[in-house]
C-alpha cells in the first residue's frame, strides 16, 4: 500500500479525492487533511496567510502518522501567490516539517506540463483576473508560453465548489485556443474528476486540472507511476507501471 498525503484547504471540492482514489484502482491510499483556511478569498493576503507556514504544519502529523509517502499541499492559488522562488521557499519548509518529500499543486501543474511535453497552455481559472494572471507569470517563469487567461472573477472556494459539469465545460471551452497545445483549469476547489476524459475528447487535447495534477504530483513523489486513461492524458505516459 501506497499511503500520499495531503493538504486540503477548507472544504469545497475534496470529494474528488475519493473518487480519484477509486479510478486509480490499486494499492494507493490518498489521506487528506483539512487546513484551516481562514479568510476565504481569492485575494492575494488572504492566500499568502492561507499557504502560510503554521496552517500547513497544523496538518502534517496526522498525515505522518498515517504513513504517507509524500505531501501535496492541494492548493493552487495558496502557493503560486508566493512567487517562484517563494513557492519553492514554501515547499522546502513543508518538507522539512512534514520529514517526506514535498510539494504543492501549482509546481504539480509545472511539472504535469513537462511530462506531456507541450509547451504552450492555456488557462480557464475561476479566480479574479489579477490573481489569475498570477498563476499565468508563475507558468511563465517555469518555461511554459501562456497563450491566454479567461479569468472568472469569483472571491470565494466555496463557489467555485458548487460548479457542476455546465460550468465547468463552458470554462473550457472560453479559454481554450487554437495554438494551445493543453488546457489548464487551476482551482482545486472545482470539481474536475469526473469530466477529465470529456474535457479531452471535446477539446481535443490534454486537460490538465488541480485536483488530477495533485494526486499525480503526490504519486511522482513517491516513485509510483499508475496507467489510469479515466483521468486523461496524463496518466497515460510511458513507462507504464501497473499497481
Not at 74 to 82: E, K, L, M, R, W
Not at 218 to 238: C, I, W
Request: proline share 4%; charged share 20%; hydrophobic share 45%.
Amino acid at each position: 500500500m501506497t499511503a500520499l498525503g495531503f493538504l486540503y484547504p477548507g472544504h469545497s471540492a475534496e470529494d474528488d479525492y475519493p473518487r480519484i482514489e477509486q479510478l486509480l484502482g490499486s494499492d494507493i491510499r490518498l489521506d487528506l487533511v483539512h487546513t484551516d483556511i481562514g479568510e476565504d478569498a481569492h485575494r492575494v493576503d488572504a492566500l499568502l496567510e492561507m499557504g502560510s507556514a503554521g496552517r500547513l504544519a497544523a496538518g502534517v502529523e496526522e498525515l505522518r502518522l498515517g504513513g504517507a509517502e509524500s505531501v501535496v499541499w492541494a492548493c493552487t492559488s495558496g502557493s503560486f501567490v508566493y512567487g517562484w522562488e517563494g513557492a519553492h521557499e514554501q515547499v522546502r519548509t513543508l518538507a522539512r516539517t512534514a520529514g517526506m518529500p514535498a510539494s504543492s499543486t501549482s509546481f504539480a501543474f509545472v511539472h504535469a506540463v513537462r511530462e506531456l511535453g507541450v509547451g504552450r497552455v492555456a488557462v480557464g481559472a475561476t479566480y479574479p483576473d489579477d490573481v489569475a494572471d498570477l498563476f499565468a507569470q508563475f507558468l511563465r517563469a517555469a518555461g511554459v508560453e501562456v497563450t491566454g487567461v479567461r479569468g472568472s472573477g469569483i472571491i470565494t472556494a466555496a463557489e467555485v465548489g458548487t460548479w457542476g459539469e455546465a460550468e465547468v465545460f463552458a470554462l473550457a471551452r472560453e479559454a481554450d485556443a487554437a495554438d494551445a497545445e493543453a488546457l489548464l483549469l487551476p482551482d482545486t476547489a472545482l470539481h474536475t474528476a469526473a469530466h477529465i476524459p470529456a474535457l479531452e475528447k471535446e477539446l481535443g487535447k490534454p486537460v490538465l486540472t488541480a485536483n488530477q495534477v495533485t494526486v499525480w504530483e503526490a504519486l511522482r513523489l513517491a516513485d509510483r507511476r499508475v496507467n489510469a486513461p479515466s483521468l486523461g492524458a496524463l496518466f497515460t505516459r510511458e513507462p507504464i507501471v501497473q499497481a
